[in-house]
């Protein structure tokens, strides 16, 4: 079974043109859990702006976990920019 990859980092790219071609990802990991990973990446046009990038790792039928995935998500929404936080730019799901 493949993983299903939620990415937290900035994904303003259209439906034609792909992650890799618009967004450079640093290959060393920042930090890494049990589900995730975390890597520094950049706007290839804007590569003085830097994000961090947290790729999350289930399973594909984990259904529980994406849940708490979403949920987390959503949470991150509703307190928006909030100086005491990292703020979720935008979020990325794909296969």
């Known amino acids: 079974m493949g993983n299903r990859l939620f990415t937290l980092c900035p994904t303003d790219f259209s439906e034609d043109e792909a992650f890799d071609e ?6 060393k ?3 890494s859990g ?3 990973t975390v890597h520094l990446c950049w706007k290839k046009e ?3 702006t830097r994000y961090a990038l947290k790729v ?12 708490r995935i979403k949920e987390e998500i959503e949470i991150m929404q ?3 920019q909030h100086p005491g936080i990292i703020t979720l ?3 990325d799901e794909s296969m």
């Not at 618009?22 to 290959?27: C, E, S």
């Open 22 to 27: 618009l967004w450079d990802v640093d290959d």
């Open 29 to 31: 990991l920042l930090g």
């Open 34 to 36: 049990k589900f995730s």
């Open 46 to 48: 804007d590569p003085a």
């Open 56 to 67: 999350l790792n289930t399973g594909e039928d984990d259904f529980s976990a994406i849940a």
């Open 78 to 80: 509703i307190l928006g």
């Open 89 to 91: 730019v935008d979020v």
